[in-house]
């Protein structure tokens, strides 16, 4: 399907969304990617899932529909729904917030003293070897060693983040990486 067809869509479900479930449409413009057609003929919709929760729309002509029940996973909580009804100054708070903490991460001494080593379980990086775990099992086995050792760099990090789950901070620890290796592929060589 062309670009343009899908933002008309994407428009189209930003319209509906609004009237129906009184949706932010900068979060659906945000949040949301086309997933392509379900069904036939009359029963033709159109399918668009969060980038985070993988919830669903359906979307048929000028009506919008949330897939209560994805297979085994329900969707579609409260807390999800109201995170979509936003207004924009929560949304700039939530990105606001989302910022601090990355750069936190990145000052962080537990992520500077790691960083490399958590850099070398991407498959595009220069000291990646095969066979060797995941960078989020890889950050969780550190954190949980860490941890283990009550380490003061894991333990100042953690109270900053507010948890100590593992899996949590595994993600956080991790995003500076992301970001590092996106802007490393859109360098020209």
């Known amino acids: 399907m062309s670009p343009a067809k899908i933002h008309a869509l994407l428009e189209s479900l930003k319209l509906s969304c609004i009237r129906q479930f009184r949706f932010n449409p900068r979060r659906i413009e945000a949040d949301m990617r086309y997933k392509g057609t379900e069904g036939l003929g009359n029963n ?9 929760s993988h919830s669903l729309i ?30 924009d100054a929560e949304i700039d708070a939530e990105i ?3 910022q601090a903490e990355l750069e936190f991460t990145r000052s962080s001494a537990l992520y500077q003293d790691y960083r490399e080593q958590l850099l070398s379980h991407y498959k ?15 950050a969780k086995a550190l954190l949980s060693s860490l941890s283990d050792a009550q380490d003061p760099r894991l333990s100042l ?3 900053h983040m507010k948890t100590n789950d593992l899996d949590q901070l595994s993600h956080l620890l991790l ?5 590092e290796r ?8």
């Open 44 to 52: 033709l919709v159109h399918v668009f899932k969060d980038v985070h």
């Open 58 to 87: 359906e979307l048929k002509g000028s009506m919008a529909t949330l897939r209560e029940q994805y297979g085994e996973s329900p969707h579609w909580n409260e807390d999800e729904i109201k995170r979509y009804c936003n207004t």
């Open 96 to 98: 606001a917030a989302k």
């Open 124 to 138: 595009d990086s220069p000291h990646y070897q095969e066979g060797r775990p995941s960078a989020r099992d890889a």
């Open 157 to 159: 990090f953690s109270s």
């Open 175 to 179: 995003a500076p990486c992301h970001i």
């Open 182 to 189: 996106a802007a490393y592929a859109t360098k020209p060589a």
